[in-house]
């Protein structure tokens, strides 16, 4: 399986981006899907997940409220939407998805990583 993510870019504060993460190499479906970043010296933290089951996509705690994930099921495909962007979004932004039933919120547990799209916020 291998994650493309796209959409990454220089912006200003207040500006919007949108990510897409497509999936290829094979089909499935009971899959979380989502984006974790990672800032320089600063931990992986989890962005936005959309659990495979229906269940409410599930948001970072500096996110919520200004970034909106999607799923295209028919396309394998995962969107972030990112609105009212702040220079501390600044980041690699890694897609990620897992087949098993392990937590949302720790990247351990994702068996899948694209190669990360770096998007900058400047003030």
């Known amino acids: 399986v291998q994650l493309q993510a796209s959409g990454g870019g220089l912006v200003q504060a207040g500006d919007s981006l949108r990510l897409s993460c497509a999936a290829s190499?094979?089909?499935?479906?009971?899959?979380?899907m989502g984006w974790f970043r990672q800032a320089p010296g600063k931990e992986r933290e989890l962005v936005a997940i959309m659990p495979w089951r229906g269940d409410r996509p599930v948001y970072g705690d500096s996110v919520r409220g200004r970034f909106t994930i999607s799923r295209d099921s028919a396309k394998d495909t995962v969107y972030l939407l990112m609105n009212n962007l702040k220079p501390e979004d600044t980041a690699v932004y890694y897609c990620a998805a897992k087949t098993n039933r392990a937590s949302l919120y720790r990247p351990l547990n994702y068996d899948y990583w694209g190669q990360g799209t770096q998007v900058t916020v400047s003030s």
């Open positions: 190499g094979r089909t499935f479906r009971a899959v979380d």
